[in-house]
């Protein structure tokens, strides 16, 4: 099973820029689909971002244009570099991993990360 460790996260002011990162050990990221999602306070969990095996991305309304999210299967790292950045961004993000299809639902995904928090100044 993979496990996964964010990292990243910090203040930043609006319109700035931060770069999480996810990194994993024990198996290679390659073998899933990877996402970002994040949770506000007094919030669910949302869809941020996803990466399908064959290299598909997939992003919140949002957040496109924005953000970006990617992969480095040599160092076994995912990434979502976050661009422009609005209060509305603060929340926790966590990297997220799955075999399965339905990429937009965090109940698809089977691991999870620690999460690493976001917080935007305006």
């Known amino acids: 099973q993979v496990q996964l460790v964010e990292s990243g996260g910090g203040l930043v002011q609006a319109g700035g820029s931060l770069r999480l990162s996810c990194a994993a050990s024990r198996r290679a990221i390659s073998d899933y689909t990877l996402a970002w999602f994040c949770q506000a306070p007094g919030k669910e969990r949302d869809f941020v971002a996803a990466m399908t095996q064959s290299g598909f991305v997939y992003y919140a309304d949002s957040v496109k244009g924005r953000f970006m999210i990617s992969a480095d299967n040599a160092k076994n790292i995912m990434y979502l570099q976050m661009n422009s950045l609005k209060p509305e961004d603060t929340a926790i993000y966590y990297c997220?991993?799955?075999?399965?299809?339905?990429?937009?639902?965090?109940?698809?995904?089977?691991?999870w990360g620690q999460g690493t928090e976001v917080t935007v100044s305006s």
């Open positions: 997220a991993a799955t075999t399965r299809s339905t990429l937009f639902s965090r109940q698809s995904y089977n691991y």
